[in-house]
């Protein structure tokens, strides 16, 4: 399988939801910014309700992966650098950092 970028902006808001179809099933997910601690958190949601909340974005890191629920999507889901000459924060995500989803190891496909 080839990597998934979805493509999505912050606008420069703190809190940002978003839908996507991931192997054949809805997923919601939201992302919203912690100003005192200067990050950004992730949630995702089925049909069903709340799968995961507040899970800290890093870059590179997979953001599924320390969760067991049969409600996940079969792979991953990780943010990928664009541009490595700034850190991830408050501005660049979604743009500079785009969400991906897949494995690491795998080639990158983007859909736009």
């Known amino acids: 399988m080839k990597i998934k970028v979805i493509r999505f902006t912050t606008n420069n808001r703190p809190f940002v939801e978003l839908s996507s179809v991931l ?65 991830l924060d408050f501005f660049n995500l979604g743009t500079k950092y785009v969400l991906a989803y897949g494995s690491i190891e795998e080639d990158i496909e983007d859909e736009q």
Request: proline share 6%; glycine share 4%; net charge negative.
């Open 23 to 87: 192997d054949n099933k809805n997923f919601n997910m939201t992302f919203s910014y912690n100003y005192r601690i200067n990050s950004w958190f992730f949630s995702i949601a089925d049909d069903n309700g709340d799968i995961a909340n507040g899970i800290r974005v890093n870059n590179g890191v997979p953001l599924l992966k320390a969760f067991n629920d049969e409600r996940l999507p079969e792979n991953d889901l990780f943010f990928i650098p664009m541009d490595l000459s700034e850190p």
